[in-house]
């Protein structure tokens, strides 16, 4: 029996509990906790009276409804000024927010900005979202291609660059009415779509550092070999209208995360890649077949009319889209009758390094800081020109390149400057010369061939290990891994180094070097990557850290089941020596007296590209452990069977 006393405790702990609970049927939560009003205003209207532009942003209505977000930066006091777009997959809000500031220079500071050229020319800078990315409506796809065979919708980034400009020229009242494109790498991909029907008021294209042909040789293949170290940027492209879902690892050096994968199928799998749409669509296409030749962009080009004044800008450095600029030109170039409206600028640079401080890359240092001659010297008055009202009449050559070695600026007629392809030949005692292979004789017995073992088990590193992911910013140096000393790499069992005497001329070369390799592979499949090389004195006066330094000048990839078609992969006859041809990178370079020509011969260019298993499988994505073997490699130099590098060798 409960005790009056032991009651009234109970009641004391009970009865506010359910006068609150009636409390709380009675009253709304509105009456139990009344409004307190925010202190964060509905729309913030900033007060920019004090600023040096105005900032406008606008959702621009594309032909089929869907809307694109842009930003408009006008000059304080702009009249008839011409308007510069950039449209990216990277965030025009975020590009056009380096920092806050009531002036214009310090908010457009970064990437894809040339600010002096922008703030000295008095331009309305505009960044524009494209479809799918950020602030814009609509569907991403990874480079768009033009309406067609690969793309049954009436949009494209054709379609949707005119539009833009359409609604630009009629809504900016400080406007000349002129209009340019410029971008980097994916953003210089899109100016070249411009130039497809171009709009009336597009007056002038600047494409730098452009995605061109993603399997000939920019971001995804090169001749057939996969650059898996892309595989982090599809997945944070498409995961994502924001790029927010980040590629994960659980390895320090991305050497033994993609060794540990096997293939780079199984990586995508074990990361969940499949769910991203170009992905399937790479893993789908692993040979040059329709999907990749009708949105290559030189070809897409060679067909349409020139309108549109265009300068071309190539890094002789890019880690990322070297193929691109020079494939273009060489498509349009022809069709440029009076030789005026396609340009070509070459500089020392990596991917997108000429908007930058450009006075040296890596360990290599020209003198001068060639980014700011460039935009002062070759992108403004180019600029200028096509676009202000008031422009003096200055006119830019028709090819401006920066010759390495001698590290001076050459003003050409045309690229490349009519070389002499001359071969430099693969010499027994893993010697180069100039000489072509004679007869064996008693006195020097046919040595008809050096070879390697070249094991998928160990693979040759593209840079020193640890091999760091692709990243920009320090302590990252994915932007050098083209001029690093390549001596970690001539010292191994698995590459072939031929190297020259000494010179005693300066040789200039300025064009593309072919490589023409006879080799042979003990398997059915293989890779190839030929380097052309300038190595240097033992001994640098004035620079002791260069001493002995192996830079390359161009190199590249070739993989062997496209020797015959690049549609059609085939399987290598064992054994049989056979000659791989194709062309390394453009160079405008200078060897000087005192040093070498190298040139390394090697089977494997890991985790940049995706093993090789030297078994010839129907799709390499997909390639099994019992696939990689094993393979004895045999580069061939004797009469009949001479390997060589043709060098566009050009007159003094």
């Known amino acids: 029996m409960i005790s009056r006393r032991r009651w009234a405790a109970i009641a004391a702990l009970v009865f506010p509990v359910l006068c609150l609970g009636a409390a709380g049927q009675m009253n709304s939560p509105q009456a139990a906790y009344p409004d307190y009003p925010s202190e964060t205003p509905a729309k913030l209207v900033p007060a920019e009276g004090s600023f040096d532009y105005a900032r406008r942003e606008q959702m621009i209505p594309?032909?089929?409804?869907?809307?694109?977000?842009?930003?408009?930066?006008?000059?304080?006091?702009?009249?008839?000024?011409?308007?510069?777009?950039?449209?990216?997959?990277?965030?025009?809000k975020e590009l056009t927010s380096h920092a806050a500031s009531a002036h214009l220079g310090p908010i457009l500071y970064g990437y894809d900005n040339a600010t002096d050229v922008i703030l000295e020319g008095g331009y309305i800078r505009v960044l524009q979202d494209i479809r799918g990315k950020y602030g814009s409506e609509g569907d991403f796809v990874m480079n768009r291609p033009i309406h067609g065979a690969q793309n049954p919708t009436p949009v494209d980034e054709a379609t949707d660059t005119y539009d833009t400009i359409d609604w630009l020229v009629k809504n900016i009242p400080e406007t000349n009415g002129k209009v340019g494109i410029l971008g980097i790498s994916y953003d210089g991909f899109l100016p070249l779509m411009a130039l497809v029907n171009p709009h009336p008021a597009l007056k002038v294209a600047v494409p730098m550092n452009p995605m061109v042909d993603g399997w000939m040789g920019d971001d995804w293949f090169h001749n057939g070999a996969f650059r898996q170290q892309n595989m982090p940027y599809i997945y944070e492209q498409e995961g994502t209208r924001a790029n927010d879902a980040k590629w994960w690892t659980a390895n320090f050096d991305d050497y033994d995360l993609y060794m540990k994968a096997g293939s780079a199928g199984e990586l995508g799998r074990e990361h969940g890649l499949e769910q991203m749409g170009f992905w399937k669509k790479i893993l789908d296409h692993p040979d040059y077949d329709a999907f990749w030749s009708d949105q290559a962009v030189d070809k897409v080009l060679a067909a349409q009319p020139l309108k549109v004044p265009v300068l071309l800008v190539h890094s002789l450095w890019d880690q990322e889209d070297i193929y691109g600029a020079m494939a273009v030109y060489k498509a349009i170039k022809p069709l440029d009758k009076n030789n005026d409206k396609v340009f070509l600028a070459v500089g020392p640079w990596c991917h997108g390094q000429e908007i930058q401080d450009a006075a040296s890359l890596g360990d290599m240092h020209w003198g001068s800081d060639t980014g700011t001659w460039f935009r002062q010297h070759v992108l403004r008055p180019f600029l200028d020109g096509y676009l202000k009202d008031d422009a003096a009449a200055e006119k830019i050559a028709p090819v401006t390149a920066f010759e390495t070695g001698v590290n001076r600026w050459q003003k050409l007629p045309a690229w490349p400057v009519a070389p002499a392809m001359k071969p430099l030949y693969l010499e027994a005692g893993l010697k180069v010369g100039f000489d072509a292979p004679a007869a064996p004789s008693?006195?020097?017995?046919?040595?008809?061939?050096?070879?390697?073992?070249?094991?998928?088990?160990?693979?040759?590193?593209?840079?020193?290990?640890?091999?760091?992911?692709?990243?920009?910013?320090?302590?990252?140096?994915?932007?050098?891994?083209?001029?690093?000393?390549?001596?970690?790499?001539?010292?191994?069992?698995?590459?072939?180094?031929?190297?020259?005497?000494?010179?005693?001329?300066?040789?200039?070369?300025?064009?593309?070097?072919?490589?023409?390799?006879?080799?042979?592979?003990?398997?059915?499949?293989?890779?190839?990557?030929?380097?052309?090389?300038d190595a240097y004195p033992d001994e640098v006066a004035g620079q002791p850290g260069m001493g002995g330094y192996q830079l390359m000048i161009a190199a590249d990839i070739f993989r062997g089941r496209y020797r015959e078609s690049f549609s059609k992969p085939k399987a290598l006859e064992p054994g049989k020596p056979l000659i791989y041809r194709f062309a390394l990178p453009p160079a405008n370079h200078v060897f000087l007296p005192g040093h070498r020509i190298m040139v390394q011969v090697q089977s494997s260019w890991f985790p940049l590209y995706d093993r090789n298993p030297q078994t010839f499988v129907s799709n390499i994505f997909w390639a099994k452990p019992g696939d990689y073997t094993k393979a004895t490699q045999r580069v061939y130099h004797a009469l009949g069977e001479a390997s060589r590098i043709e060098l566009p060798v050009a007159a003094e």
């Open 62 to 92: 594309m032909r089929d409804g869907v809307k694109l977000y842009t930003v408009i930066l006008v000059p304080m006091g702009a009249e008839h000024a011409p308007i510069l777009i950039t449209r990216t997959p990277y965030s025009a």
């Open 442 to 533: 008693d006195a020097n017995p046919d040595t008809s061939y050096d070879e390697y073992v070249s094991d998928p088990a160990k693979p040759v590193p593209f840079r020193a290990r640890p091999s760091q992911p692709i990243g920009y910013a320090p302590p990252l140096t994915w932007t050098q891994w083209l001029v690093d000393d390549q001596r970690e790499a001539s010292g191994r069992t698995d590459v072939l180094a031929y190297t020259s005497e000494v010179l005693t001329a300066p040789l200039h070369i300025s064009g593309q070097p072919i490589a023409n390799l006879v080799a042979s592979t003990s398997g059915t499949d293989s890779d190839w990557v030929v380097k052309l090389i």
